[in-house]
């Protein structure tokens, strides 16, 4: 769709009346407003950031815009030169990813990769990335996988409280991994957001994680809730250890936290409750890769943790 406004004073209506500039810029950007390309694009960064639990604020300092800049791209108002790269796309038959250069246009092995999975369904993308895990020595093997259990979920979940007493019932170790990168970066995780960033908290967590899964063939896991919004990080948990995806309700994972004694959620925004169901949404599919889910909410917490042991246990039983 090309977007085209006038370099006169005025253009002319269908009813011949005459309109402003400014009024045809209005128009034009209605226009835009209505691309399902922009729409969809707003969508992928509105769920970016929720998986990554980022306020919109946070986003637009970091990429240095306003807030209303980044607030009209993701409702699907974004620049129209997006629009203009799109169009360039189409004309020369690329994707737009090939036109900004992604890692799968590096080479034609890429390309011919890309174009074989490009139309594959999550059953057979996911087998794909089994398959390739093998075929690279990414992964434990079957046996050693189930020994480590790791436990993902939004916090709230019942990680830390459950996932201690797997550990009791099964004998295994138990770790929290937050613990564990605190040890490695020698501070509190706030102090490693706030002093080195996102990234440098990412680097650590991997690095806690690599740690865990070299020191202990068994061992029970409670992950931070983030883990998953880092492709590599949670691939190295899926390819190593057996998941158990902890599931709630948005209003059970907020009162646990504020049971905690944690009030922060709610004091830090009025949108709390819609911040956290929005973080939920983008990081449902992630966690949804996990081998086992238990939804905490459906009962009691000896409930859940009954769910929980009979679930690890056939599935420690069936990797004999």
Same mark, same amino acid.
């Given at each position: 769709?090309?977007?085209?406004?006038?370099?006169?004073?005025?253009? &002319? %209506?269908? /009813?011949?009346?005459?309109?402003?500039?400014? !009024?045809?810029?209005? +128009? &034009?950007?209605?226009?835009?407003?209505?691309?399902?390309? #922009?729409?969809?694009?707003?969508?992928?960064?509105?769920?970016?950031?929720?998986?990554?639990?980022?306020?919109?604020?946070?986003?637009?300092?970091?990429?240095?815009?306003?807030?209303? =800049?980044?607030?009209?791209?993701?409702?699907?108002?974004?620049?129209?030169?997006?629009?203009?790269?799109?169009?360039?796309? =189409?004309?020369?038959?690329?994707?737009?990813?090939? #036109?900004?250069? *992604?890692?799968?246009?590096?080479?034609?092995?890429?390309?011919?990769?890309?174009?074989?999975?490009?139309?594959?369904?999550?059953? /057979?993308?996911?087998?794909?990335?089994? @398959?390739?895990?093998?075929?690279?020595?990414?992964?434990?093997?079957?046996?050693?996988? !189930?020994?480590?259990?790791?436990?993902?979920? #939004?916090?709230?979940?019942?990680?830390?409280?459950?996932? @201690?007493?797997?550990? /009791?019932?099964?004998?295994?170790?138990?770790?929290?991994?937050?613990?564990?990168?605190?040890?490695?970066?020698?501070? !509190?995780?706030?102090?490693? %957001?706030?002093?080195?960033?996102?990234?440098?908290?990412?680097?650590?967590?991997?690095?806690?994680?690599?740690?865990?899964?070299?020191?202990?063939?068994?061992?029970?896991?409670?992950?931070?809730?983030?883990?998953?919004?880092?492709?590599?990080?949670?691939?190295?948990?899926?390819?190593?250890?057996?998941?158990?995806?902890?599931?709630?309700?948005?209003? /059970? =994972?907020?009162?646990?936290?504020?049971?905690?004694?944690?009030?922060?959620?709610?004091?830090?925004?009025?949108?709390?409750?819609?911040?956290?169901?929005?973080? +939920?949404?983008?990081?449902?599919?992630?966690?949804?890769? &996990? *081998?086992?889910?238990?939804?905490?909410?459906?009962?009691?917490?000896? @409930?859940?943790?009954? @769910?929980?042991?009979?679930?690890?246990?056939?599935?420690?039983?069936?990797?004999?």
């Amino acid at each position: 769709m090309t977007v085209e406004i006038p370099v006169t004073d005025t253009v &002319a %209506h269908t /009813d011949a009346a005459p309109v402003s500039q400014a !009024q045809a810029a209005t +128009l &034009a950007v209605n226009q835009v407003a209505r691309s399902p390309f #922009l729409v969809a694009l707003g969508e992928r960064v509105r769920n970016l950031r929720s998986r990554q639990g980022l306020t919109r604020k946070s986003v637009a300092l970091a990429a240095e815009v306003s807030e209303r =800049h980044l607030a009209n791209l993701e409702y699907g108002t974004g620049n129209v030169s997006v629009l203009v790269l799109l169009q360039v796309a =189409h004309a020369l038959q690329c994707s737009l990813a090939e #036109l900004l250069g *992604d890692i799968t246009t590096t080479s034609p092995e890429w390309l011919l990769i890309r174009e074989l999975l490009g139309k594959r369904n999550e059953a /057979d993308l996911r087998r794909a990335r089994l @398959q390739l895990g093998e075929m690279f020595g990414e992964g434990s093997d079957a046996r050693v996988r !189930q020994n480590r259990i790791a436990l993902i979920g #939004l916090r709230g979940a019942g990680k830390t409280t459950l996932g @201690q007493r797997l550990a /009791d019932d099964l004998g295994f170790p138990f770790m929290e991994l937050s613990r564990q990168i605190e040890q490695v970066a020698g501070c !509190q995780i706030s102090e490693i %957001h706030n002093l080195y960033g996102a990234h440098a908290y990412r680097r650590y967590e991997r690095r806690a994680l690599e740690e865990v899964i070299q020191i202990y063939p068994k061992v029970v896991i409670a992950t931070p809730g983030g883990l998953v919004s880092d492709s590599a990080n949670f691939n190295l948990l899926l390819s190593h250890c057996a998941t158990v995806w902890l599931q709630a309700d948005a209003s /059970d =994972h907020m009162a646990r936290v504020a049971a905690q004694g944690d009030l922060r959620p709610m004091a830090a925004s009025r949108e709390a409750m819609q911040d956290l169901k929005r973080i +939920l949404e983008g990081r449902s599919a992630f966690y949804s890769k &996990a *081998d086992i889910a238990i939804n905490t909410s459906a009962g009691s917490a000896d @409930q859940a943790f009954v @769910q929980l042991r009979d679930a690890v246990r056939k599935q420690l039983v069936a990797a004999l």
